[in-house]
Every structure is written in structure tokens, then in C-alpha cells.
């Protein structure tokens, strides 16, 4: 029997057709390279698609499948913001057609729960559960009990307040669902495992270059999730959107950027978690 349970991370795929061979190429070797080495499960944090086309999710999709990584207990996503989000559609068309920022919200959640029902094996198990944000994986591994909370971090485009697409937000009501007392209750005695696309963190520095990119890119109720995080007992963040591998700690939760499988397709995070609660994270890359 296994000591320990070994989750994978890798984020920000951007997949951009079936033309791209060789970053397609590259997932199939990581998959497969996940499977030899015993990986018990894949988290994939968000930005599957570049352009948010059904047909790239297809393309992710049909990959996962091909590998055996198509199941609820092996697989977990969420969405980013370029899954969600088809920017220049939204600059030419939408804020002219669509003026209405509540409306533009409403837009974004839908397709936040297309996202949802299109992955519904690896939201739901497949069964008639609503496929939506939030939603908590609860995997009974022989070495621990693995408890994945998931949100939805994108934020609908604005000409004003979002204007590159990037800035995030959880809605407070997705907080107030997993900070619930049922929620809690289920959690109880496992590794809770935070998951959702933006970073709580980007640069974070007092360069005004670096402030400015830092406001396209945030979370914005970033202290809110913070909390909800520490609320309930997550022991580790995983997200991408920042396109970095690093590492960083908040309120004593380890938090994980799983950097850009486009940019640096052999590199992943490992998180190691033993029976005992204790667990070690690092960066690997597959051999070449």
C-alpha cells in the first residue's frame, strides 16, 4: 500500500486548435508520463483553451480520455479566465451590444456552467447533480482522505473595471457555500485542498510598473478567499493565471502556482501527502 498520495499540477494549457502538433505532442507525453510514474490524481488549474472554444475543451477532453485521466477520481479543472472570457469578441461586440455590466456577469456565470456541465465526469462523476460552482471533491485514497474545493475566480469583462480580462473574483455567495457548516462538517478529518484560477499573489512589489500589471492580473476580494480558505482548514491553494512556478505562503496556507504548460510543457507540480496530515511540494519535469 501506498504511504503517501501523489497529486500532479499543471495549469495554463491555452489550447489553441488541433493544429498546434507539437504542445499537443507535449500533453500527450505529460499524461503519459503522470501514468507511469503512479500519479493518483491531475489537477488542471484553469486557462485549458486560449480563445474559450468548446472545441479546444474537446481537444483537452479527448486527450484525458485517450490516457485514462477522464474520471472524477483522477482528474480535476477549473476554469480561467481565457476559458470564460473571448476578449476581443467582448471589446468589438458586447460592450456595444451588451452595455450592461450585470448583464455581462450573468453572461459570464452561464458560461462558467457550460464550462461545469461540458466536464461533468470530472464535476460531478457523470451523475444528475448540478454541475456548477463551487463544488467539493471528496477522493478516499488508502493514505488519506483528499478534500478539493473548488471556485469559479473569473471575473466578467469591463471596459473600466476588467478591461484585459484578467483581474479576478469570487463571488461572496460561492465563499459563503463553502465556509457553510454542511461543508465544513464534510471536510472534517481530511487534506483540504483549495483550487481555483487566479493567483492570490502576483508580483506584489512597490514598482509602479509592477503595481499596474498587478491590477490587470488580481484577485480582487483576495482577503476574502484568503479567509474563507483558512476558514476551512485548507492546507494548500493550487492555482495558474500567473504564468510562474513558485510557491508562497499566506495565514499559514502553502499556496501553488502551477505556471504555463504552453511555456514550459515538461515542467509540473508535485504535492505529496502523507496519512499523518504532513505533506512536501515541488517542481518536476518529465525526462526528455
Request: aromatic content about 10%; proline content about 3%; charged content about 25%.
Amino acid at each position: 500500500m501506498k504511504h503517501d498520495v501523489h497529486i500532479a499540477q499543471i495549469s495554463d494549457l491555452h489550447i489553441a486548435g488541433s493544429g498546434e502538433g507539437r504542445q499537443l505532442q507535449d500533453f500527450d507525453r505529460m499524461l503519459e508520463h503522470l501514468n507511469v510514474s503512479g500519479f493518483d490524481h491531475l489537477v488542471i488549474s484553469g486557462d485549458l483553451s486560449d480563445r474559450g472554444r468548446t472545441e479546444d475543451w474537446e481537444i483537452v477532453r479527448a486527450k484525458l480520455e485517450s490516457h485514462g485521466w477522464y474520471h472524477w477520481e483522477k482528474t480535476t479543472v477549473v476554469a480561467g479566465n481565457h476559458d470564460l472570457i473571448r476578449l476581443e469578441e467582448e471589446m468589438r461586440f458586447y460592450n456595444a451590444l451588451n452595455p450592461l455590466q450585470g448583464l455581462r456577469a450573468r453572461a459570464c456565470r452561464q458560461r462558467a456552467e457550460s464550462f461545469c456541465r461540458f466536464f461533468r465526469e470530472l464535476v460531478t462523476g457523470g451523475d444528475d447533480a448540478d454541475a456548477r460552482f463551487p463544488f467539493i471533491k471528496m477522493m478516499h485514497f488508502p493514505a488519506a482522505t483528499i478534500g478539493i474545493v473548488a471556485c469559479n475566480s473569473v471575473h466578467a469583462w469591463s471596459p473600466t473595471d476588467n478591461p484585459l480580462g484578467a483581474r479576478g473574483n469570487i463571488d461572496p455567495s460561492e465563499l459563503r457555500a463553502i465556509t457553510s457548516p454542511e461543508v465544513q462538517e464534510a471536510l472534517a478529518g481530511s487534506f483540504v485542498i483549495g483550487l481555483c484560477h487566479h493567483a492570490l499573489k502576483v508580483y506584489g512589489t512597490d514598482r509602479l510598473l509592477d503595481q499596474a500589471f498587478d491590477w490587470t492580473m488580481e484577485l480582487k476580494n483576495r482577503h476574502e478567499f484568503l479567509q474563507a480558505m483558512v476558514e476551512i482548514g485548507a492546507r494548500v491553494v493550487l492555482h495558474g493565471h500567473f504564468h510562474r512556478f513558485q510557491t508562497y505562503r499566506a495565514e499559514g496556507v502553502e499556496f501553488v502556482n502551477g505556471g504555463s504548460f504552453r511555456y514550459a510543457s515538461s515542467r509540473y507540480s508535485v504535492l505529496r501527502i502523507a496519512g499523518d496530515g504532513s505533506f512536501t511540494q515541488e517542481f518536476a519535469d518529465v525526462p526528455s
